[in-house]
């Protein structure tokens, strides 16, 4: 792909930063996944995880009924579950909380909320969360900040807001990939997200970072690949190749 050459952030201190170039034609983690063909039943798969002939349901094509939900209770022996459409909230809190051996979860049209997140802190062995289309606070990201092996977290929702949901997910320990989507957390968010030590991939959509902000964070940060708003930021050093 042609790069554009852009002046160096010391000879033009003043016109810092065009936040997006070009896309770096990756997609964020989790973007999206391809048509899936029949599934079993619901009922099957469940059965066949408590067989441990299974250890991952994902399900495209329906919605979960509650009867679909008591069937995942308790089922420990799950360690990946990937819901295409809406259909955890609250109500089935108690169920996720139930799921320990997670170590994916993907709710892609979700609108989980804070007693739902809180739930989530009981699955100890959750390495990826997708929750793009959350209901939950700054209390629910509070609630799963001691999740000590989470790796990568997708997140977004119409009540997070502020640098203070960044400095929030500054304290979670494991965090190598974040990206949120239209969670405005401003310059402050930023720098805090800098105190993240072993953060290698950022993606952030609708931050309202300034360029002087976003300057300063690559500057100190040249091992994190960073998109903004779906896009490669110019300036990352990464380029097209992230670790």
């Known amino acids: 792909m042609p790069s554009l050459s852009m002046p160096s952030l010391t000879s033009l201190p003043a016109l810092l930063i065009p936040l997006i170039v070009a896309g770096c034609g990756r997609q964020p983690p989790d973007g999206g996944s391809a048509q899936s063909p029949a599934q079993p039943p619901f009922a099957a798969r469940v059965e066949s995880v408590r067989e441990e002939r299974l250890d991952a349901i994902t399900v495209t094509d329906r919605l979960l009924d509650p009867g679909d939900w008591e069937r995942l209770r308790g089922l420990t022996g799950l360690r990946e579950l990937v819901l295409e459409q809406g259909t955890a909230d609250d109500s089935v809190a108690d169920?996720?909380?139930?799921?320990?051996?997670?170590?994916?979860?993907?709710?892609?049209?979700?609108?989980?909320?804070?007693?739902?997140?809180?739930?989530?802190?009981?699955?100890?062995?959750?390495?990826?969360?997708?929750?793009?289309?959350a209901d939950c606070t700054i209390a629910g990201v509070e609630a799963i900040a001691g999740l000590s092996s989470l790796r990568s977290l997708r997140l977004g929702g119409p009540n997070l807001r502020g640098p203070e949901v960044a400095k929030t997910l500054a304290t979670f320990p494991a965090l190598r990939s974040l990206h949120l989507i239209d969670v405005p957390i401003g310059d402050d968010g930023l720098a805090a997200l800098g105190r993240l030590p072993g953060l290698r991939n950022l993606y952030l959509d609708?931050?309202?970072?300034?360029?002087?902000?976003?300057?300063?964070?690559?500057?100190?940060?040249?091992?994190?690949?960073?998109?903004?708003?779906?896009?490669?930021?110019?300036?990352?050093?990464?380029?097209?190749?992230?670790?």
Request: hydrophobic letters at 35%; aromatic letters at 4%.
């Open 95 to 133: 169920v996720l909380g139930s799921l320990t051996g997670l170590q994916r979860l993907v709710l892609r049209e979700s609108p989980l909320g804070d007693d739902g997140f809180r739930a989530l802190a009981r699955c100890t062995a959750l390495r990826d969360l997708n929750v793009p289309r």
């Open 206 to 243: 609708g931050a309202r970072v300034s360029d002087e902000a976003w300057a300063e964070y690559i500057t100190g940060h040249p091992e994190v690949h960073v998109h903004v708003d779906q896009a490669h930021h110019d300036r990352d050093p990464r380029g097209d190749h992230p670790p």
